[in-house]
């Protein structure tokens, strides 16, 4: 609830610069959202397979958060564990997609939601996080398919919200300050990752 009017609206926009910053601060406090519709995909392919609610946050991004962040995980086990543990209440933590070693994408949660997915609150409010079947230690997990396929996932999140295909921000899980994970590891290929994600984006 707003009290006092325009004193607690000129006080509250005095932290933001200029308009995008006034947009921003005012979806957050007003309780407004856009229009949605359950399943609808912002990566065209994908199956939409929701996450449990309790494992990400309704938000309306990027009006109410700016996205300029892409986080790579693996998840340490299979694609269908990663759909398990997101539907699950009680995991506390989901990304807003998942990459099968074919290729295959299920998106969990929207791109405009919160996941919890990071370990850390203002990066999960700013990035999109995708998980990758596999093992960090078995380099064999990352294949072709994979690889083609998250490029491509990465390189149309890029283009909605502007964010440059550059390693500062398309991050590694274990990048993200106050994390303890080590993914994608060392067997990650960032500098063929990073090339198909502009390849993709021509």
């Given amino acids: 609830m707003l009290i006092g009017g325009g004193a607690v609206v000129a006080a509250g926009a005095a932290g933001y610069a200029g308009w995008d910053g006034l947009v921003r601060w005012w979806w ?48 340490e086990g299979s ?3 990663a759909l398990r543990v997101f539907r699950d209440p009680l995991h506390e933590a989901a990304a807003h997609y998942v990459v099968r070693k074919d290729g295959y994408i299920a998106q969990t949660v929207r791109e405009l939601d919160v996941a919890f997915h990071s370990g850390n ?22 294949t072709d398919a994979m690889y083609v396929a998250s490029a491509r996932l990465t390189a149309g999140i890029c283009a909605r919200y502007a964010i440059p295909v550059d390693r500062t921000h398309i991050v590694a899980h274990s990048e993200v300050p106050g994390t303890d994970h080590t993914d994608p590891g060392p067997h990650w290929d960032w500098d063929r990752y990073l090339k198909l994600v502009r390849a993709a984006a021509d």
């Fill in 79 to 81: 694609y269908g564990d």
């Fill in 121 to 142: 609150r203002a990066f999960n409010e700013r990035s999109v996080g995708i998980e990758h079947e596999g093992y960090v230690d078995r380099p064999g997990d990352f």
């Fill in 28 to 75: 957050r406090v007003a309780g407004l959202e856009r229009p949605r519709r359950e399943g609808v995909l912002d990566h065209a392919g994908a199956e939409w397979v929701a996450a449990s609610s309790a494992n990400w946050r309704r938000a309306d991004r990027p009006l109410d958060y700016e996205i300029d962040r892409v986080v790579v995980h693996v998840v």
